[in-house]
């Protein structure tokens, strides 16, 4: 894909490839850049059988060819469906998703497992697990040499583990985890959503791009809102819709928002089903001197409640540095 500027007008070009072979039919490929490597990952066929497949292929930028990455059982992760997967320097990081084999002679993927895979080595390395289930639907992104994952109630339907948002953060090979407030706040507002992406912009900001649920409380279609998360502060602060008047359309969206690439500081395109878009982005949003609070914002005054009070008593392990365990965090938030 290239996209070119001439005469005040953006033009994007596509060229389609050949993908690797798919003879099981499954439909739940992600499509992943790692490096110099695009990695596509999959596990689940349209049969609606139980049975996972192992897919697995890495995509050479350079010379175009693809390769097959095999399963080697004990020293790659087993397979499921929807995980989340990104990449972080010259790692695949791959965790989270849903069980899907369930046979009798393989063993059954624990969600909050986390492995990262090496483009130069080609070999799997088991890190430490998250205990919450992320999938494919809570798309976060990295900013520096850390992710940024997002963990909502409504999403990734973890109420028995936790009923709070999380902002989640992978580096190194540990997971770090702090009450979000505020994504929890405008959450309560929507009463669900249905997905999460984000794309990170200059410093520390990310654009986040949410959709709530198809059923609630608009029929079918889909609303897609955003917003401007700053990942120290953990503000999000809500901007105006891409319409005449900056206002929600009445009828929401049928597209389904698919990915945003941030081309350079100021121009960020964002592919739909149906179209793209190229989105000037004004310097000072991401700029040092743009310091945003969430403190008093009249989104957050719609809550009628004085009183938060939030509680952090999970337990983190990580089984391979025998047991490293945190603290719980507790805070009181006034709105």
Not at 149 to 169: D, E, G, M, Q
Request: with cysteine.
């Amino acid at each position: 894909m290239t996209l070119s500027e001439g005469d005040g007008h953006h033009t994007v070009t596509t060229k389609r490839i050949a993908g690797p072979e798919n003879p099981h039919g499954l439909h739940d490929i992600q499509v992943t850049r790692v490096a110099d490597r695009v990695v596509a990952y999959g596990s689940q066929p349209w049969t609606g059988t139980r049975m996972s497949y192992w897919f697995m292929w890495v995509y050479s930028i350079a010379t175009g060819e693809w390769e097959e990455i095999p399963h080697v059982d004990g020293e790659s992760p087993t397979a499921r469906s929807f995980p989340l997967l990104f990449g972080l320097g010259d790692d695949l990081v791959l965790t989270g998703g849903r069980d899907v084999d369930h046979t009798e002679d393989r063993p059954i993927a624990s969600p909050g497992e986390t492995w990262t895979w090496s483009v130069d080595t080609h070999r799997w390395t088991r890190q430490m697990d998250v205990p919450y289930i992320l999938t494919s639907r809570t798309n976060g992104s990295a900013i520096g040499d850390t992710y940024h994952a997002y963990c909502v109630p409504s999403i990734n339907n973890n109420a028995s583990s936790h009923s709070t948002c999380k902002h989640l953060t992978y580096s190194h090979g540990r997971w770090e985890a702090e009450q979000d407030v505020w994504m929890g706040v405008a959450e309560s507002l929507h009463r669900g959503w249905d997905q999460i992406s984000s794309v990170s912009l200059s410093g520390h900001r990310q654009l986040l791009v949410i959709q709530n649920l198809p059923n609630y409380p608009r029929g079918r279609r889909r609303v897609t809102e955003y917003w401007l998360r700053d990942t120290v502060s953990l503000d999000v602060e809500p901007l105006l819709y891409p319409t005449h008047d900056g206002s929600r359309p009445p009828g929401g969206e049928s597209e389904l928002y698919r990915v945003a690439l941030l081309i350079n500081p100021t121009t960020l395109l964002v592919l739909h089903d149906g179209y793209k878009l190229v989105i000037s982005i004004d310097p000072c949003m991401t700029s040092p001197e743009c310091n945003s609070s969430m403190v008093g914002h009249s989104m957050w005054n719609r809550r009628t409640q004085e009183l938060w009070e939030l509680s952090d008593t999970d337990g983190w392990s990580d089984s391979d540095s025998g047991g490293d365990s945190r603290g719980s965090q507790r805070g009181e938030y006034h709105n």
